[in-house]
């Protein structure tokens, strides 16, 4: 089992142990492997998510790492475009077409990149079909998925960019769309205002009035704005942010430590300065910083 997995388990294992004086400590004493701010589990699937997309994103880079030359890069190309990855295609393609010196692979790679944008052009065009068919949703996650997937894709790459970009500030398109998060976020925070959890529901609100013109961005704004009346909930929401901050950084550390250790001790020491010394984060910080230094 990997170090950093085995000093997860022990962690919240011996949080589970002490998790209702935690919770009794309020935010300052939650603990960034899991409790106080939601569950453990919750916690820690979140944890345990963030590292699988490092993960993902390592695995593709790894791929582009182990091509040696360009006759590689090619091969392994086309095998990621017949295995639906057009990104990392797109990628390896361009780095052989933009390499020097150049050789028999150059014009090959530029002739794939021209057949991509094509290929993009005609996968937007059955994006713009879907919202013609009032399929909002549908119709922004194929544009999306475009957008992110050719981005390495000359001529297309700024086309679709601009094409997505400019669906996305009409109005029709993000009642529709922000719905479904802002309702998400209206009924979260409503439940924490039940669970007396003031400075989570005010955060929560703060977050789904962005979302307008969404019907339930709209009610949230409005329930934010009599919130923002009680300076005592100001005051809380302010130090809750800093803590949830402080709690990604810790997260975020913990993912690179590996791959960057002096970003992830950077991050730590960060933590030190912005967190109170009373909460379960600092303290976290204070013990992963000094594990790391002193190797």
Known sequence: MPKSLRLVLVCLIGLA??????????????????GGMGTIAGAAAAWAAQRAAWERREAAAEKIRRAKNNQERMIYAAQARKE?????????????????PKDKNNAAAKAALKDM?????????????LLAQNQIVEGFEKLDYLA?????????????????EKLHQESRYQAVLNEKPAADLLAQAQKQE???????????????????????AIAAA??????????EIVAEAKEC?????????????????????ERAQSLFKEILEESPRDSEVYRCAKEELARLTSR
């Not at 944008?117 to 079909?129: F, L, P, T, V, W």
């Not at 039940?194 to 339930?216: G, K, M, N, W």
């Not at 409005?222 to 300076?231: G, I, N, Y």
Request: charged share 25%; hydrophobic share 35%.
């Open 194 to 216: 039940q669970d007396d959890q003031r400075c989570c529901a005010y955060l929560t609100y703060e977050q789904a009035a962005q979302l307008v013109p969404a019907p339930s």
């Open 148 to 164: 992110w997937a050719y981005e390495d894709v000359p001529e297309f790459n700024h086309e679709v960019k601009a094409h997505v």
């Open 117 to 129: 944008a094509r290929e993009g052009r005609a996968e937007m065009q059955k994006g713009d079909e």
């Open 241 to 261: 942010q800093m803590l949830r901050e402080c709690h990604h950084k810790f997260h975020t550390a913990q993912v690179i430590e590996k791959t960057l250790p």
């Open 222 to 231: 409005e329930r934010f704005e009599a919130m923002q009346k009680d300076p």
């Open 17 to 34: 142990m002490q998790v209702a004086p935690v919770l009794a400590r309020g935010h300052r004493g939650a603990s960034p492997f899991g």
């Open 84 to 100: 639906g990855k057009p990104r990392l295609a797109a990628t390896l393609y361009l780095r052989v077409a933009l390499a020097r």
